[in-house]
């Protein structure tokens, strides 16, 4: 499968942003789908993830209430809404997808990796 991600830019502090991740190739419905970033200088770190069926989602504790992941599997994208954004948020955001069940928040847990969206928060 591959996946391309959108819906970066340049943004003020408090600002809203939606990023996009597109699949095309395989059916995308089997895959849990991750949004990861990875900030200048930074390891990459794992950001949200949404089931196979979109019903349930896990976030890290640092975007709990700002950052909502969902998923259209008929058009075959996952969505990452971005709320109250922070100058910390500026990183590139990559989606990834992985088989299997159960959380994971490593980037070696997902298999097939997009190019990345670049976010820049400025104050």
């Known amino acids: 499968v591959q996946l391309q991600a959108s819906g970066g830019g340049l943004v003020q502090a408090g600002d809203s942003l939606r990023l996009s991740c597109a699949a095309s190739?395989?059916?995308?419905?089997?895959?849990?789908v991750g949004w990861f970033r990875q900030a200048p200088g930074k390891e990459r770190e794992f950001v949200a993830a949404?089931?196979?069926?979109?019903?349930?989602?896990y976030y890290t504790d640092s975007v709990k209430g700002r950052f909502t992941i969902s998923r259209d599997n008929a058009e075959k994208k996952v969505y990452l809404q971005i709320d109250s954004l922070k100058t910390e948020d500026t990183a590139v955001y990559y989606c990834?997808?992985?088989w299997g069940v159960g959380w994971a928040t490593k980037p070696s847990d997902y298999a097939y990796w997009g190019q990345g969206t670049l976010v820049t928060v400025s104050s």
């Open positions: 990834a997808v992985r």
């Open positions: 190739g395989r059916t995308f419905g089997p895959y849990a």
């Open positions: 949404i089931n196979r069926s979109g019903g349930s989602t």
